[in-house]
């Protein structure tokens, strides 16, 4: 593996559409209400990628550090892991992501609420401030929160309800309360990714102390409590389209429930652990279909 091939597999970029979907249903509530603007939707779509980045970088390094990706995980080889790239380079790049991420929140602030609405400023600043926290010490530093079960709670805030209810409050500045619920279904599709990713790896994490929530539940609860993932999201869904969008001709992007069905099926039948490999990519996609698909219907079904 050269280095241009170990960053771009560092970066993990087939996790970016999982990302991206929560600014995509963030943006799609703000057209819902009346508000567009391309500049902070572009750059609301390049902050969060550089954040996944980010955290990719991070998780890539604390986990290689820990001995957590050994040669038991399941799943592709890890740069820091295969030697690809060595800890000085690694961590370098996590401080130059860092700064990148920094000036895009910056730019993306200024654009949203421009120079004199300092009280909206100072608290997306902090927001960035956190989110830089959390994506490096996930797995990075001597007590990582993705090694003590918390990482489903984290991914939950960042992925659901600041990426969609955080985008919709950069176009409209006000909050919109029916808008926690497509916040609550992305939120929970994105746990559902994370905690196949835990059910996969959890013999593996079990070995090297990594305490997710599928260590500490059993691989049978961590299928129930994935089942019940999947309907809190479906549920929510459901709920904002009947209140809020009413219409039938856009209930078209319920389709993307489809395949998870299949999924759900797979992740029933399945006991050994690393034949869930296959699934994280199947749930992560349908995600982003269903959040693609709900930008379609409410800015060109309405």
């Not at 703000?30 to 969060?48: E, I, K, R, S």
């Not at 992925?159 to 985008?167: H, K």
Request: with cysteine; glycine share 8%; net charge positive.
């Amino acid at each position: 593996m050269n280095k241009l091939k170990a960053w771009v597999s560092a970066a993990r970029l087939r996790t970016l559409p999982l990302s991206i979907s929560g600014i995509l249903v963030g943006t799609a509530l703000a057209n819902l209400q009346g508000y567009t603007d391309m500049v902070v939707f572009c750059l609301a779509l390049l902050t969060t990628m550089a954040f996944q980045i980010t955290s990719n970088f991070a998780n890539d390094y604390g986990d290689g550090v820990k001995g957590t990706d050994s040669d038991d995980r399941v799943g592709p080889k890890r740069a820091l892991q295969s030697g690809a790239l060595k800890k000085g380079e690694l961590k370098s790049g996590i401080v130059i992501s860092v700064v990148f991420c920094l000036c895009l929140t910056l730019l993306l602030i200024y654009r949203a609420f421009g120079i004199e609405n300092w009280l909206n400023q100072l608290l997306f600043l902090a927001l960035g401030g956190f989110s830089v926290w959390a994506a490096i010490r996930y797995t990075m530093g001597n007590s990582p929160y993705g090694y003590r079960g918390l990482g489903d709670i984290f991914v939950f805030m960042f992925f659901g309800l600041l990426g969609v209810l955080g985008c919709l409050f950069l176009y409209t500045k006000t909050i919109d309360y029916l808008a926690i619920l497509p916040a609550i279904a992305i939120g929970s599709l994105c746990v559902g990714v994370l905690n196949l990713n835990n059910l996969r790896d959890v013999d593996s994490d079990r070995n090297h102390g990594k305490n997710t929530l599928v260590v500490k539940m059993g691989f049978q609860n961590g299928k129930k409590y994935h089942y019940a993932l999947i309907l809190i999201s479906l549920a929510a869904m459901l709920t904002f389209h009947f209140i809020s969008i009413k219409s039938t001709t856009q209930l078209f992007y319920f389709v993307a429930y489809i395949p998870i069905i299949f999924h759900l099926k797979k992740v029933h039948v399945t006991k050994v652990p690393a034949q869930l490999d296959t699934e994280l990519k199947k749930l992560a996609l349908s995600t982003f279909l269903l959040s693609f698909l709900f930008y379609v219907a409410v800015n060109y079904f309405s």
